[in-house]
DNA sequence: GCGCTACTGAACGGTTGCGTATCGTCCTGC
DNA sequence: GCAGGACGATACGCAACCGTTCAGTAGCGC
């Protein structure tokens, strides 16, 4: 994985190139990347700029030249997280719930950024800033994700206008949640397929 | 508040009297007291144990000469906070459920209590000795408490026995726990009350 | 009084971490 | 070749914190 396109190095061609040495490419990502590992494996407390910038293999001055500060550089960090799904569209509500449920999963399956989401969920719990970001960046979209699928389900007429589908999306984040970081629980995937079906008969029952 | 009955200062008239000054009664509780308005205040990682001996009007090593470590502090003062509920009995599923989730909801209305909990939930995902602490005496027993209520279900024959109940109570605790926790929305008890509606029906319909 | 222990208040050693400074080197454009 | 910025390595300054030590004081039993 090089340098993706959302934040390119200053070295673009875009940019008129400063004069001086030019950034070597790829150390934003590097750095970042070990942030990331050194928080799944210690948490944001244990983590340090030293250990990220031995991991990185790169000085800390360079890291310094490139983040203000460590807090910039744990939410540039959490940035790259940021999922970019589209709202499947299989045609039901518990058809796109369950797609939904299988990509969130899918994310979960995979140890380094499970920890990294329990870490900062963790964290987000003292630390204020960290908490705006991470509920702007990495969960608002996801419920606004189920929003538009609920939002379809009313417009196709296969539930009522009036659904409260916050509490139940709340239900659903929340029942996987607490039962991988709370309760420290492998996912399962199928607690959610179940809890899915409750959620329609619920939101049609109403 | 005096010292409880749980953890009786040495001074207690049934061991035999050691030699020497007798420690001030009421120390213990002063300290854990303070530590716990401080976490409520700052969250673990910003207080001290100088911080938390000013408050108590007690000399840092007071506290040393009781608890060996911060670490051990910690977790004795969140013993204190074991949930002494009794499982209430209705005689119906939903009414059980509504009269548990009314004492939670009283919990989480106390303002130092809910805020030492969600900072203990954010210092439990890092904290492997407080999370095993935590999930022992703060999760556990309220899961019982749902499982047993539960149990009382099935006996009456209201739900089916082999009814997914861990499931359902996941969904409740943990939408509650993100909505609080995770999305910092106050605590809603009509949002309590149609997740155990739909919990109850699902329960049944099952 | 004497021994024993609890307690205070203050200071200390050691560690850790953030962010900065310095200096020599490397790379690019001109 | 030269200027100018990027880079590495290292050392600092500064602050916070943990846990300990020490000297002096206070309360209890014998």
Redesign the interface.
């Known amino acids: 994985m090089t340098d993706g396109p959302g934040q390119p190095e200053r070295t673009g061609a875009g940019t008129s190139p400063r004069p001086g040495r030019p950034r070597v490419a790829g150390t934003r990502q590097r750095v970042i990347e070990a942030y990331l590992d050194l928080v799944a494996e210690?948490?944001?407390?244990?983590t340090s700029m030293d250990q990220v910038a031995e991991r990185a293999g790169v000085a800390k001055t360079t890291i310094y030249r490139r983040w203000p500060s460590r807090d910039d550089l744990t939410i540039d960090a959490h940035q790259s997280l940021v999922d970019t799904t589209v709202p499947p569209d299989t045609g039901s509500l518990e058809g796109d719930l369950r797609a939904l449920a299988g990509t969130v999963m899918a994310v979960l399956a995979r140890p380094r950024e499970a920890r990294v989401m329990?870490?900062s969920?963790?964290?987000?719990?003292?630390n204020e800033r960290l908490?705006a970001l991470y509920?702007g960046q990495i969960?608002e979209p996801r419920i606004a994700l189920i929003g538009r699928i609920f939002q379809r389900a009313v417009d196709r007429g296969e539930v009522p206008p009036d659904v409260?589908w916050r509490?139940?999306a709340?239900?659903?984040?929340?029942?996987?949640?607490?039962?991988v970081?709370?309760?420290?629980e492998p996912p399962d995937p199928a607690?959610a397929q179940?809890?899915i079906g409750?959620i329609v008969?619920?939101a049609r029952?109403e």
């Open positions: 210690q948490g944001h407390a244990a329990q870490a969920l963790g964290e987000m719990l003292t908490a509920r969960i409260d509490t139940l709340y239900a659903l984040l929340g029942a996987n949640i607490f039962r970081s709370v309760m420290a607690m179940r809890l409750w008969s619920s029952g």
